[in-house]
Antibody
Framework: QVQLQESGPGLVKPSETLSLTCGVS?????????WGWIRQPPGKGLEWLGN???????YYNPSLKSRVTISVDTSKNQFSLKLTSVTAADTAVYYC???????????WGQGTPVTVSS | DIQLTQSPSFLSASVGDRVTITCRAS??????LAWYQQKPGKAPKLLIY???TLQSGVPSRFSGSGSGTEFTLTISSLQPEDFATYYC?????????FGGGTKVEIK
């Protein structure tokens, strides 16, 4: 059974960098598929942030204006999200997920809440 | 970016009712559409992919249809566990986008 688990600080100060990791079990990231990050501000809808393939190929949401970087560590079977220069608008629950074929996010982590506040 | 408009945004229904949710895309997305169910405090759960294919383990009362710009999610007979928020998502082109959601509540 594929399982994903987000980890990282729950509180980040404004202007600093948000860093999260998604650990994957039950499937080798090195085998196939894209892996993605999605977030959900409190009481609002879902926003796709970006995807990464095990080769390192990435696609990002241009709305984040180059603040986002997704990387993969196949040796640890995990991938990571960095979001720079955060503001209160980046307060959200952050989810990692697997992008299956045909395209859809079929496995999700439980989500991790991140608050941006001083 | 491709905009997805879901309607209605809120729906009040009774157990046993047939429920239909619509998702309209601002441009054609072929069949690259997925539907998710989300309950409070939980991650979204994939229900339908490729517009009409039921994800493994999802009850057959859920069905999806459509292609191009207009799609529907139908619940044939609403069950107590179906009260949740439903989102559509297009995966035809980057950036992937989600609809605004439809909250299904108990009448």
């Amino acid at each position: 059974q594929v399982q994903l688990q987000e980890s990282g600080p729950g509180l980040v100060k404004p202007s600093e960098t948000l860093s999260l990791t998604c650990g994957v079990s039950g499937y080798s990231i090195n085998s196939d598929y894209f892996w993605g990050w999605i977030r959900q501000p409190p009481g609002k809808g879902l926003e796709w942030l970006g995807n990464i393939y095990h080769s390192g190929s990435t696609y990002y949401n241009p709305s984040l204006k180059s603040r986002v970087t997704i990387s993969v560590d196949t040796s640890k079977n995990q991938f990571s999200l960095k979001l720079t220069s955060v503001t209160a608008a980046d307060t959200a629950v952050y989810y990692c997920a697997r992008l299956s074929r045909p395209a859809a996010f079929d496995y999700w982590g439980q989500g991790t809440p991140v608050t941006v506040s001083s | 970016d491709i905009q997805l408009t879901q309607s209605p945004s809120f729906l009040s229904a009774s157990v046993g009712d047939r429920v239909t949710i619509t998702c309209r895309a601002s441009q054609g997305i072929s069949s690259y559409l997925a539907w998710y169910q989300q309950k409070p405090g939980k991650a979204p759960k994939l229900l339908i992919y490729a517009a009409s294919t039921l994800q493994s383990g999802v009850p057959s009362r859920f069905s999806g249809s459509g292609s191009g710009t207009e799609f529907t999610l139908t619940i044939s007979s609403l069950q107590p566990e179906d009260f949740a928020t439903y989102y559509c998502q297009q995966l035809n082109s980057y950036p992937f986008t989600f609809g605004g959601g439809t909250k299904v509540e108990i009448k």
